[in-house]
Nanobody, 128 residues
Framework: QVQLVETGGGLVQAGGSLRLSCAAS????????MGWFRQAPGKERTFVAR????????HYADSVKGRFTISRDNAKNTVYLQVNSLKPEDTAVYYC?????????????????????WGQGTQVTVSS
């Protein structure tokens, strides 16, 4: 069982930055692939980014490439999402998720069903 707690959301102006954190319980954090998803009001939950167990490989949604960076510190059981150059359309609840498989391939990396554990989410609101 893995418990995930996200922090770091808030209200920011367009062009601003935030650093989201996700703290995980358990002693096997490094064996999990970790992902970030987001969900805007009235919309489906969508993939943002993923880091492999060792963070040796990362994947990003096209909409955030070059602006968002996922990283992880396995010694601290924490995964981060640095979000820069924020746009109003980035407004959403951001969720951290854990996949018991440390690696993924193809579309499996971005599918919510690939992840077994989810945090409660942290709100990011970008004003124009």
């Amino acid at each position: 069982q893995v418990q995930l707690v996200e922090t770091g959301g808030g209200l920011v102006q367009a062009g601003g930055s935030l650093r989201l954190s996700c703290a995980a319980s358990g002693r096997t954090f490094s064996t999990y692939g970790m992902g970030w998803f987001r969900q805007a009001p009235g919309k489906e939950r969508t993939f943002v980014a993923r880091a492999s167990g060792s963070a040796g490989s990362t994947h990003y949604a096209d909409s955030v490439k070059g602006r968002f960076t996922i990283s992880r510190d396995n010694a601290k059981n924490t995964v981060y999402l640095q979000v820069n150059s924020l746009k109003p359309e980035d407004t959403a609840v951001y969720y951290c998720a854990a996949d018991a498989n440390p690696y993924c391939a193809g579309s499996g990396c971005s599918q919510p069903r690939s992840y077994e554990y989810w945090g409660q989410g942290t709100q990011v609101t970008v004003s124009s």
